[in-house]
């Protein structure tokens, strides 16, 4: 069977192991089920996510242009501290912005290859710990909005991670923690604003990935410089597709490319 389609970060559903699904133009593929078939990859060409226009891509699934214009790159996205809808003040398209800032947002801890603290929107619970990978998650605070997220992410950065070593993720070479303990630790951290929004009593959750066999050594695919690949699909975790040969793919790092998809 051949798929083409503008690749877009995969979605998911956190069932007994997590359920991945991918949008093609004409087709929606649950890729649970291509586990241990021979799947191939080739560039077709680019499709920024924002003018749809064949431009080369720049970051986040966007042309240089749109990267620099587009409200959903603002710097708040990656930097939720400097998020200023809650004072009313734009940064590209307030209406935009409020929408998205002034949610509820979760401060977390996620173990993915180390204990690492992060910020998501309520509603991306539990999709951004199954996005980063994470096989165990607790959250620290719910907010009203993206700045005090950002601000207490910030103050807690300083005493735990704040990325993760995606290498250590795909080999599977991680330990379990004790989130509830760590949360306990940091709470003494958590800034005044937010300290009353300081989440009581909850328990971590735990996910479970499609992974069939772990590689030893990861190699990453850059299909653009490749222009093709053939594998045998092994497993998924994170955002990224796990082949017998060693090989990874990060589909959310390639969004924005257009690609033709082979399974068989």
Same mark, same amino acid.
């Given at each position: 069977m051949t798929y083409q389609g503008v690749? $877009?970060? *995969?979605?998911t559903a956190n069932e007994k192991k997590v359920q991945y699904y991918l949008e093609m133009q004409h087709d929606f593929l649950n890729m649970n089920q291509l586990l241990d078939k021979e799947? @191939?990859? @080739?560039?077709v060409k680019y499709e920024c996510l924002n003018c749809h226009l064949d431009k080369q891509i720049y970051r986040q699934g966007f042309c240089q242009k749109c990267f620099f214009e587009t409200p959903t790159a603002g710097d /708040?996205? *990656?930097?939720?501290?400097? @998020?200023t809808a809650h004072l009313g003040k734009e940064d590209r398209d307030l209406e935009y912005e409020k929408a998205v800032q002034l949610k509820p947002h979760i401060v977390y801890l996620a173990n993915s290859s180390e204990v690492?603290? =992060?910020? &998501? +929107? $309520? &509603? %991306?619970?539990? &999709? +951004? /710990?199954?996005? %980063? =990978?994470a096989h165990e998650a607790i959250e620290i605070v719910e907010v009203p909005n993206r700045y005090l997220a950002g601000i207490t992410e910030v103050a807690l950065k300083n005493y735990v991670?704040? $990325? &993760?070593?995606w290498r250590k993720m795909l080999t599977n070479d991680i330990t379990d923690a004790d989130l509830k303990s760590e949360k306990e630790k940091l709470s003494a951290y958590i800034p005044e604003e937010a300290k009353e929004y300081y989440i009581k009593n909850n328990e971590e959750i735990h996910i479970n990935f499609p992974v069939n066999k772990y590689p030893e050594k990861v190699k990453s695919l850059n299909i653009v410089k490749s222009q093709f690949y053939k594998g045998i699909l092994k497993g998924i975790k994170g955002q990224y597709l796990i082949f017998e040969d060693n090989t990874v793919f990060n589909v959310r790092a390639n969004e924005g490319l257009v690609v033709k998809f082979v399974v068989g």
């Amino acid at each position: 069977m051949t798929y083409q389609g503008v690749l $877009k970060k *995969m979605q998911t559903a956190n069932e007994k192991k997590v359920q991945y699904y991918l949008e093609m133009q004409h087709d929606f593929l649950n890729m649970n089920q291509l586990l241990d078939k021979e799947i @191939s990859l @080739s560039f077709v060409k680019y499709e920024c996510l924002n003018c749809h226009l064949d431009k080369q891509i720049y970051r986040q699934g966007f042309c240089q242009k749109c990267f620099f214009e587009t409200p959903t790159a603002g710097d /708040w996205i *990656m930097k939720p501290e400097l @998020s200023t809808a809650h004072l009313g003040k734009e940064d590209r398209d307030l209406e935009y912005e409020k929408a998205v800032q002034l949610k509820p947002h979760i401060v977390y801890l996620a173990n993915s290859s180390e204990v690492k603290v =992060g910020v &998501t +929107r $309520k &509603t %991306q619970v539990p &999709t +951004r /710990w199954i996005d %980063q =990978g994470a096989h165990e998650a607790i959250e620290i605070v719910e907010v009203p909005n993206r700045y005090l997220a950002g601000i207490t992410e910030v103050a807690l950065k300083n005493y735990v991670a704040d $990325k &993760t070593n995606w290498r250590k993720m795909l080999t599977n070479d991680i330990t379990d923690a004790d989130l509830k303990s760590e949360k306990e630790k940091l709470s003494a951290y958590i800034p005044e604003e937010a300290k009353e929004y300081y989440i009581k009593n909850n328990e971590e959750i735990h996910i479970n990935f499609p992974v069939n066999k772990y590689p030893e050594k990861v190699k990453s695919l850059n299909i653009v410089k490749s222009q093709f690949y053939k594998g045998i699909l092994k497993g998924i975790k994170g955002q990224y597709l796990i082949f017998e040969d060693n090989t990874v793919f990060n589909v959310r790092a390639n969004e924005g490319l257009v690609v033709k998809f082979v399974v068989g």
